[in-house]
């Protein structure tokens, strides 16, 4: 699929809705949105904090000053070295490198807009994005391990290719781009640019791709106070040390990661992957003391790596774990085992982070997301279809309004009038209940709307049941998935990894040890699948999508009674 060329068409206020004007007045007046752009918060950043460690991977060091420098360079020379002007938009295929950062800075500097996508994402994917958001240049990773970046840009077909860790022909490369915007016209053409703090500051990928995506603006103004927000939940300053292992261009890796670091004048260190091995390794080497999210399928992978080396993570002064229900068992292992304080967080693209306080009652760092980051933050748990909100501790929909949470998604007028309330609160499609603790109220993500199995009109809701399987001494993770059923739609499949050394359960004695835990019968697993380990997705969650394929790939031995 190739994306057009040209100048992108009008935008209209379907296209991009904005936020309400009272809603937003009360932003600025309550100085929660200023006037200062992302790239003018990084410069202010750097003024205060120039000689200080600003970006660390394994290969690269850069102080305040010289990522602030280098950046200006970048932004400059996307300007100087292609036709690519302020307000055009690129899409980003780079993974974790000290280059992906610099070209992120540099092209919201220099007034043009990143697509943030996954360097998994293949050329159907990007093709969609890049069709959809009118984006003119792509800037690839050419040396991307497990993934032909080059031949997806070859495919996708943009007018401008830009290169990191590499050349390819009819592109400019990373080094070309940062010559060119070392001249003194180059400098001087980048400080005329003008960029607006309502505007867009970056398009972030949400929940995959279809034929329609969904792409979240991410306005200037609403990104920098995400951001700000997010420094008191992670409790970081100048001498923290922020560590990022999960991709960089995710919204999590941006506004929950390394514009928190960098607005706080911490030390953001980025891992190149989610290995146990490094991520330990450079715990240690970097003196980390900040994890902002962490996956419950990579914690047990940290919690494995710990056992079998009797290493742990001593010295890491807060972990943030995130993107699904943390089961308690799990919750309960990670700081005897890791030997650190754990939280629990919740996000999305959309913009609303919720986290759990450091100060907060261990039940509650235990059961619960915690609670919204920003004080005009606005949470509602609405009856399922329905705008009215469900009594406190009932399960409903968590819907949410605020500073930072869009207030539409891009060129999706149809789907918004569906996402969104009648005034504005965007439906989140996450199960939540809220729980009111020592008079404040705090929230436990409970599963998805779309993660229910429909059993014969009942619902089975995936979560509620893998929490109940991992009680099972012989369990050591579960994620329950549908298969398809002639005569009922839908049954529940368990894929297991038992422990160490431990007999298979089967259907039947799952079930005897479901009755025993007084689970309903309708939503014991029909059938059971062992596996040495989980697929996961890009940012580090079970790919249930790919055990659904693994289902349908064996059809006929799945179907029936």
């Known amino acids: 699929m190739t994306a057009p060329s040209g100048a992108l068409p009008a935008e209209s206020s379907t296209d991009l809705p904005d936020f309400d004007p009272v809603l937003a007045a009360g932003y600025v007046r309550d100085g929660l949105w200023g006037d200062r752009t992302v790239g003018d ?61 610099v070209a992120y800075y540099g092209t919201v500097k220099a007034g043009m807009q990143p697509v ?64 060119a915007g070392s001249t003194p016209e180059a400098r001087a053409a980048l400080a005329a640019v003008e960029i607006d703090p309502a505007g867009i500051a970056a398009f972030q990928l949400s929940g995959g791709t279809t034929g329609l995506p969904k792409v979240a603006p991410r306005r200037h103004r609403e990104y920098v106070h995400n951001a700000a927000a997010f420094t008191g939940p992670l409790g970081i300053g100048p001498e923290s040390v922020v560590l990022h292992a999960l991709p960089i261009m995710h919204n999590a890796g941006i506004a929950a990661a390394m514009q928190p670091a960098h607005w706080a004048g911490a030390a953001f260190v980025l891992a190149p992957s989610a290995d146990p091995a490094t991520v330990f390794a450079l715990v240690k080497s970097e003196r980390v003391t900040t994890i902002p999210l962490v996956p419950p399928a990579v914690v047990i992978r940290l919690l494995d790596h710990a056992a079998a080396t009797g290493s742990d993570l001593h010295g890491v002064e807060l972990m943030l774990v995130g993107g699904q229900k943390l089961p308690l068992e799990l919750a309960e292992r990670i700081e005897p085992e890791l030997r650190l304080p754990c939280a629990q967080m919740f996000g999305m693209a959309e913009g609303m982070f919720l986290a759990t306080p450091p100060d907060a009652p261990e039940w509650v760092r235990q059961h619960t997301v915690g609670t919204p980051i920003s004080p005009a933050d606005e949470v509602r748990v609405l009856e399922v279809g329905a705008e009215h909100e469900v009594p406190d501790g009932e399960l409903g929909e968590l819907a949410c309004r605020g500073p930072y949470t869009i207030p539409g998604y891009y060129r999706a007028a149809a789907h918004n009038a569906a996402a969104f309330t009648s005034d504005g609160f965007y439906r989140t499609g996450d199960l939540a209940v809220r729980h009111f603790v020592d008079g404040r109220a705090y929230y436990s993500i409970e599963g998805r709307l779309k993660d229910v199995i429909n059993r014969g009109a009942e619902k089975i809701h995936a979560e509620e049941v893998e929490e109940v399987l991992v009680r099972h001494p012989d369990v050591h993770s579960a994620a329950l998935v549908a298969m398809p059923d002639p005569v009922l739609g839908e049954r529940g499949c368990a894929f297991l990894i038992v422990a160490p050394g431990a007999i298979p359960p089967t259907v039947a004695g799952l079930g005897e040890f479901l009755r025993g835990q007084g689970l309903a019968k309708y939503k014991w697993p029909e059938r059971v699948e062992i596996v040495g380990e989980f697929p996961l997705t890009n940012v580090g969650k079970v790919s249930k999508k790919e055990l659904r394929e693994r289902l349908v790939d064996q059809l006929p031995a799945v179907v029936g009674p």
Do not use: K
């Open 116 to 179: 943030c996508t996954l360097p998994m994402h293949g050329h159907r994917e990007i093709g969609l994005l890049a069709e959809h958001t009118g984006a003119l240049g792509h800037v690839v990773q050419v040396d991307f391990p497990g993934q032909d970046l080059p031949a997806v840009a070859a495919h996708v077909g943009l007018d401008v290719l830009v290169t990191l860790r590499g050349d390819l022909a009819g592109a400019v490369g990373y080094d070309a781009i940062l010559a």
């Open 41 to 101: 918060e990084l410069r202010h950043a750097a003024a205060r904090f120039a000689d200080r460690p600003a970006l660390i991977t394994p290969t690269v060091r850069l102080s305040y000053r010289e990522l602030d420098q280098i950046t200006d360079a970048f932004a400059a020379g996307l300007l100087a070295a292609t036709p690519l002007r302020s307000g055009d938009r690129l899409m980003f295929s780079a993974g974790n490198v000290a280059e992906t950062v």
